[in-house]
């Protein structure tokens, strides 16, 4: 069974441009989250996705985050315009349920740097 | 507010000596408890959790963990630590969907 995918693994782009990060859940995986860990701090969640409903997006930083599930499948996270302190490891998690005592497995994650 | 305490930021140790990576949380309600890895150039890898029961949990590569209510804490251990045990770690709490971290402990097993 594939783990979770992500795509890229690494970006680098400069202050106000686009970035586009995309996540692949394990199949059938109804429950997919996107986290972030800035240098040095804690892994900090952005938001939870069941199908392609936002559950919760209390953790996304302001508006120029834009995440989608279209479909279910696979989500994208769209930072745009990018700024310095958008960088850090962006990681993607799923899980059959949504459940407490459900695992969420995790990706490799994207390195994003905003120069 | 709810947080998760990983006080120390390093932890080295000598291959075959036992290891704590140390890890306590202040949430409210009864958390699920989650302790992930991450080697190098690697995403996180879940290694053991804790729902209820038997506060000692056992979990991937020889590694167990410690409940303790009172004490609001979570240790992570092994018996024997091994050089390929050297990684990031990081605990973590679950009160409803998503998870709440530490910042991360970085073991460092020495031959």
């Known amino acids: 069974e594939a783990g979770v995918t992500q795509f890229p693994s690494h970006s680098v782009i400069e202050k106000g441009q686009t970035v586009t990060l995309r996540c692949d859940p394990i199949?059938?995986?109804?429950?997919l989250y996107w986290y972030r860990r800035v240098m040095g701090k804690e892994i900090k969640f952005l938001l939870h996705?069941?199908?392609?409903?936002?559950?919760?997006e209390s953790g996304m930083p302001n508006n120029r985050f834009l995440a989608e599930r279209t479909g279910g499948t696979y989500s994208t996270l769209k930072v745009q315009p990018a700024e310095l302190e958008d960088s850090g490891v962006y990681f993607c998690?799923?899980?059959?349920?949504?459940?407490?005592?459900?695992?969420?497995?995790f990706g490799p994650g994207t390195r994003l740097l905003v120069l | 507010a709810q947080s998760v305490a990983q006080p120390e930021d390093q932890v080295n140790v000598a291959e075959g000596n036992p290891l704590t990576v140390k890890c306590t949380y202040s949430?409210?309600?009864?958390?699920?408890l989650f302790w992930y890895v991450q080697y190098p150039n690697r995403g996180l890898q879940f290694l053991l959790k804790?729902?209820?029961?038997?506060?000692l949990v056992k979990g991937s590569y020889g590694f167990e963990a410690e409940f303790n209510k009172s004490q609001t804490s979570f240790h992570l251990k092994k018996p024997s630590a091994l050089v390929s045990d050297s990684a990031l770690y990081f605990c973590?709490?679950?009160?409803?969907?998503?998870?709440?971290f530490g910042k991360g402990t970085k073991l460092s097993v020495k031959p």
């Open positions: 996705f069941v199908k392609e409903s936002k559950q919760d």
């Open positions: 949430v409210s309600g009864n958390p699920y």
């Open positions: 973590a709490v679950r009160l409803q969907g998503n998870l709440i």
């Open positions: 804790y729902i209820t029961g038997d506060n």
């Open positions: 199949s059938g995986h109804d429950n």
């Open positions: 998690a799923s899980s059959h349920r949504r459940s407490k005592e459900e695992t969420q497995y």
